[in-house]
């Protein structure tokens, strides 16, 4: 019998081959960044014939400042495709019901709800690592103006806030079902849920391998926080039986991780605006602001620790959990 995660297979469903759901998962990535590569292309087209700049870089550049605009909305098409092309995979080949990769339809809105808080509270729980461990140090300059909420609360701001939130729903519910819901429920039917948790989680951390952009030991640290972050989504999915509480929390953490500093920013600095600081803080948090941009201090480490004292508290759970039942 097909060890299950969620809900159990019928039989006459397939099973996709371990080494190779890795493989079709990277495949499924690349042919859905077809979609960005194709509008980034006609981007930088458009800006030459209009500006006369002949220089990569600055259509590059470019396409960073229009990031709200043009560059979020691309990648969201990606995370679209590709969610689409996974699930016609679990239907099609392997001829198994969604309630397989964690999809329940029945209490469908109770389990996302909840999901919801716990994204934010991790943010909250990186947040207060990150407070601690800069105790003692010396105080910043910040060059910055007085903070006024009222200069990020204008329309144009509230509705990229709005846009954002819904996006980033998108994106996490999109790498949860990826990664949480077909991956790893595919990898535990061929090796076991041991095995089909860490490597989803390993995986998922290989996701984010543009982190190395901005340094070697930022890359590690930051790629190490980025794969326990994942890890605590996987044991929140296998502790509920379902990815629709991960993905709630996936989202919301990845919305809540562009939007705040993005209000700060907004509200300190009044020349900002929504364009730019969404620029800044999304380059900032992908960790694509080269190496000139970024500072490896305390605050570095916030995610790493955070996530991985809270994962092995979930690990140890789970662990007592199996041996009552």
Not at 90 to 116: A, D, N, Q
Request: aromatic letters at 10%; hydrophobic letters at 55%; a neutral charge.
């Amino acid at each position: 019998m097909t060890q299950a995660l969620y809900a159990p297979w019928p039989e006459t469903a397939r099973r996709t081959w371990g080494w190779g759901a890795l493989g079709l998962m990277v495949a499924g990535y690349l042919v859905s960044s077809v979609p960005v590569v194709i509008g980034t292309v006609i981007y930088t087209l458009v800006l030459t014939v209009s500006s006369g700049a002949t220089d990569p870089m600055a259509a590059q550049s470019a396409l960073s400042e229009n990031t709200l605009t043009i560059l979020l909305p691309l990648m969201l098409l990606q995370f679209i495709t590709w969610v689409v092309m996974t699930l016609v995979w679990v239907k099609l080949f392997e001829k198994r019901p969604f309630s397989t990769i964690g999809i329940e339809g029945r209490g469908f809105l109770g389990r996302y709800l909840l999901g919801l808080p716990l994204g934010m509270v991790l943010v909250v729980l990186v947040s207060v690592a990150a407070t601690l461990l800069n105790l003692g140090a010396a105080p910043a300059n910040d060059a910055l103006g007085e903070l006024d909420p009222a200069r990020a609360l204008g329309q144009a701001a509230l509705i990229a806030y709005a846009g954002l939130f819904i996006g980033f729903l998108i994106q996490g519910g999109v790498e949860e079902l990826v990664f949480r819901g077909w991956l790893m429920s595919a990898l535990t039917a061929r090796w076991g849920k041991v095995l089909g948790v860490f490597t989803a989680s390993f995986a998922f951390a290989l996701l984010h391998l543009h982190v190395f952009i901005s340094g070697l030991m930022y890359g590690v640290l930051a790629l190490s926080g980025i794969g326990l972050t994942g890890l605590v989504f996987a044991l929140t999915a296998l502790w509920r039986r379902s990815m629709i509480e991960a993905a709630a929390a996936h989202g919301a953490f990845n919305a809540v991780a562009v939007i705040a500093p993005t209000f700060a920013l907004m509200a300190s600095d009044p020349e900002q605006t929504i364009h730019t600081a969404v620029a800044q803080v999304f380059s900032s948090a992908t960790g694509m602001a080269g190496v000139e941009s970024v500072t490896i201090g305390p605050e570095t480490y916030a995610q790493l620790i955070a996530m991985g004292g809270l994962s092995a508290i979930m690990l140890i759970g789970l662990i007592i959990r199996g041996r009552k039942g």
